[in-house]
């Protein structure tokens, strides 16, 4: 008789019922989500990118002329002052490039996947 239309799926992951529960189609949750999930992809990518050449914080933060306690508070998931000026020193100082991309809204895939080792490459 009647649709779904406008009803959300039942399920039973636990990830999906606090999605709904907490965001659900709440636009500026959803825009602090997203916020929250390139902050912490950024934060991964610098921690991966350090560790995989084999530096410590410190041997990085030399490299391009900072503190070890920056290159800390940049691979810090919270912190949310990352720049694309330390972004490309870093990107250089371990011989890759930064590529910046920006997408519609309504990407098909979450910002999650778009956020990958590819977005530095050498």
Do not use: C, F, W
């Amino acid at each position: 008789m009647g649709t779904d239309k406008g009803k959300i799926k039942r399920t039973t992951n636990g990830v999906e019922i606090l999605h709904n529960r907490y965001i659900g189609k709440n636009t500026k949750r959803k825009a602090l989500l997203d916020k929250e999930r390139v902050n912490a992809g950024v934060a991964q990518l610098i921690y991966d990118l350090r560790t995989r050449a084999g530096l410590t914080q410190k041997a990085l933060a030399e490299r391009i002329g900072t503190t070890q306690s920056v290159i800390s508070r940049l691979e810090d998931a919270d912190y949310e002052g990352h720049s694309l000026d330390m972004l490309t020193r870093i990107a250089e100082a371990l011989n890759q490039r930064l590529i910046l991309q920006v997408e519609p809204n309504d990407a098909i895939r979450p910002i999650s996947q778009r956020l990958s080792q590819k977005t530095l490459r050498s």
